[in-house]
């Protein structure tokens, strides 16, 4: 008689790999959302349009403080290492997201602040964040997002 493969389903459907395909279309959406806002600068548009802007470059417009961040508290906030967030920085530098000034309360150090540019992609993010979110809830309904809002809330603090 031959034996039974084991059941590898699990592989496929755990929680963990279904919050990461959720995170993936969450921001896949926003940043198709972005590219196509009338206030984002068309530099910009087009290069999310392209996916050259993508899930990595939002990791600072998550992270970056309203008045700025150091590199190493930026990174930590975000989850990456400092080479790789000082990389991306350095594109969005290139691309007038972000720029690098003198720290006020340490000399040695530099803060990375939004530019121009940047608050104007922070303002079609939050907007493209609210808008991904209204679309969520009215694809699973009203009870159910609020649920999973919670209990991502209390499983993620």
């Given at each position: 008689m031959p034996e039974t493969?084991?059941?590898?389903?699990?592989r496929s459907a755990?929680?963990?790999r279904l919050?990461?395909?959720a995170l993936r279309r969450f921001d896949e959406r926003v940043l198709h959302l972005m590219a196509?806002?009338?206030n984002v600068p068309l530099a910009l548009s087009n290069l999310a349009a392209r996916a050259q802007i993508g899930a990595a470059h939002v990791h600072i417009t998550r992270h970056?403080?309203?008045q700025g961040s150091r590199?190493?508290?930026?990174?930590?906030s975000a989850g990456m290492s400092k080479q790789a967030?000082?990389?991306l920085v350095t594109q969005c530098e290139a691309w007038d997201l972000v720029r690098r000034e003198p720290d006020p309360l340490d000399a040695r150090a530099r803060r990375i602040v939004f530019t121009a540019t940047g608050l104007l992609w922070l303002e079609a993010f939050r907007?493209?964040?609210?808008r991904a979110e209204t679309e969520f809830r009215a694809q699973v309904g009203d009870d159910v997002a609020t649920v999973v809002a919670l209990g991502l809330e209390a499983y993620g603090s």
């Open positions: 493969p084991p059941d590898d389903r699990w755990h929680l963990g919050l990461g395909l196509h806002d009338a970056l403080g309203l590199l190493t508290e930026l990174a930590q967030m000082g990389d907007l493209a964040v609210a």
